[in-house]
């Protein structure tokens, strides 16, 4: 298997604040990389990781039972982060951690279709088990709402003339491969666009956060996940384009600002205070060491903030 490089996983790891018995979740298992971290430092904690890919799930159990055994693995999506910790007894927490990248061995593994550098099923699906797929989302979504998918999660500028041909050539025979695909996009756009990486990257992210439905999910997630921390307690989020960002960063404005009601006076109840702040004003971006080091951590951005009352 190709190796996973956690991304910011030095300055992730750091601002959760961990104790040595501290209650922490990883929303995103994935190859453990974050985990493993986590574990080694909550020897007397627990643990509590998320993931839905099988995959995923099998690798980073080896990899953390080499750490310690205070672990438990819930193969579940995110989405049911608060309901599946109450069912363990869980209903709060130090410390949650969200890493939202597709793993390098997902984007790898031609056979899974996340990726236009291999030919392989239209699939994209993060949880194996569940029937809808990328397939369905090329060939059944009408013209209209492909373009609206292509702009609103690819911010594909070329979106209309993209969803008309996948609409033309669909009707002549179901498009079901990467190449398929990615070759429709490329004769979709200029030829100046072409030149300038491959036309085909905003579609397939657009595609996948379709089929996953990624931003939906993480929006009420966070709130879920803000409600589970004790005070003192940290949320650190990791997102790889502008469209999780702006939602990660709006929601934590609005959880950190006092209420607009209130705004101005002079002396202000606490009741209306915010019972939150952020950690870091702004985002934290990787090194130059780090790029160095790992290309796919270009985009990234990390974002804490911490419950103080």
Known sequence: ??????????????????????????????????????????????????????????????????????????????????????????TEVDGILFDLGVSSPQLDEGRRGFSYHQDAPLDMRMDQSVPFSAVDVVNSYSEADLT????????????PSIARNIVKKRSEKPIEMTFELADIIRSSVPEKVRKKGHPARKVFQAIRIEVNQELPILESSLKDALSLLKVGGRLAVITFHSLEDRIVKNCFKEVCSVDPKVKGLPSIPDMYLPNYQLVYRKAIEPSEEELERNNRARSAKLRVVERIK
């Open 1 to 90: 298997m190709e190796k996973h490089i956690s991304v910011l996983l030095d300055e992730s790891i750091q601002s959760l604040n961990l104790e040595d018995e501290s209650i922490i979740v990883d929303c995103t298992l994935g190859y453990g990389g974050h985990s493993s971290e986590i574990l080694k430092r909550i020897k007397r904690g627990s643990l509590f990781a998320f993931d839905q890919d099988q995959e995923a799930i099998d690798y980073a159990t080896e990899r953390l039972s080499a750490i310690g055994t205070n672990f438990t693995v819930i193969k579940s999506n995110f989405k049911n982060l608060k309901k599946e910790l109450e069912q363990r007894g869980i």
């Open 148 to 159: 609206r998918i292509f702009y609103q999660y690819g911010e594909e500028k070329y979106a």
